[in-house]
C-alpha cells in the first residue's frame, strides 16, 4: 500500500494491481474503516490510469460505503475529487459537479486552501458545462479562511 500511494504522490501512473492486491486483501478484512478506504481508493486510481472507468467508479462507491465517522476528512477529500476525476472523463458533468462539490466542502473542513481552491474551480466549470452558471458563480461568494468577510469576489 505504501508503495502504491508513493508512486501515485509522484504521479507515476500505475495499471496493474499486483504489488497492492496483497494490502486490498488485507485492510478489507482487517482494516479500519479508514485503511478501508484509502485501500480502495489506491486500487481505484489503477483502474483509472488503465482507463477502466467503470471498475474505478465501482470501487470507490465500495470505498463510499465504508466510510463511517473516524475517517478523516483527508481521505474523504481524495475519494471525492477521484470520483469527480472519472465522471469528467465519461462526461458526466452533472455527478462530476456533486463530487467536486463534496471534495470541496471535506477541503474546508481539513482546512486545505489548496485543495479547496482545486475543487471549486473543477467544480465550477462543470457547473458552466452543464449551463448553470449562476450556480458556478455562487462558489465564489464565501472565503473559507475567513467565512465573516465574504464577499461576491467575481463582480
Known sequence: LLHSI???????????DSILRPAIEYYLRKGTAEEQVKTLYYSARIYENSNEYEKALSTLTDAESRIDKDCSPGILVLLYSAKG??????????????????????????????????????????????????????????????????????S
Open 6 to 16: 508513493a508512486l501515485d504522490k509522484n504521479h507515476l501512473d500505475v495499471r496493474d
Open 85 to 154: 476525476s472519472i465522471y469528467q472523463q465519461i462526461l458526466d458533468y452533472s455527478k462530476t459537479a456533486e463530487n467536486y462539490h463534496s471534495a470541496t466542502r471535506y477541503s474546508n473542513l481539513e482546512s486545505d486552501i489548496e485543495r479547496y481552491v482545486s475543487n471549486t474551480l473543477r467544480e465550477a466549470h462543470c457547473l458552466i458545462m452543464c449551463s448553470q452558471t449562476e450556480k458556478a458563480a455562487s462558489g465564489f461568494t464565501k472565503n473559507p479562511c475567513h467565512p465573516e468577510t465574504s464577499t461576491n469576489i467575481i
